[in-house]
């Protein structure tokens, strides 16, 4: 995985939490609702990473 990707998921998750956070301290239910959405968002964008990695790494032990 790619360090900028690395960091704009990690980005994406803590603007979420932060969404969530301010959300749930003003009863803004729009607004928690769309950090929960981001840090799930970022979630699956890292998973989806974790499998390029593996697809390239399997591919690298098989061309050794």
């Given at each position: 995985?790619?360090?900028?990707d690395k960091a704009e998921n990690k980005a994406e998750d803590l603007g979420g939490k932060?969404?969530?956070a301010t959300g749930k301290a003003t009863g803004n239910?729009?607004?928690?609702?769309?950090?929960?959405?981001?840090?799930t968002s970022a979630s699956v964008k890292?998973?989806?990473e974790h499998v390029k990695d593996?697809?390239?790494d399997l591919k690298?032990?098989?061309t050794k």
């Open positions: 995985m790619g360090f900028g932060a969404k969530e239910e729009s607004l928690e609702a769309e950090g929960k959405a981001d840090q890292n998973a989806g593996a697809a390239k690298d032990g098989l």
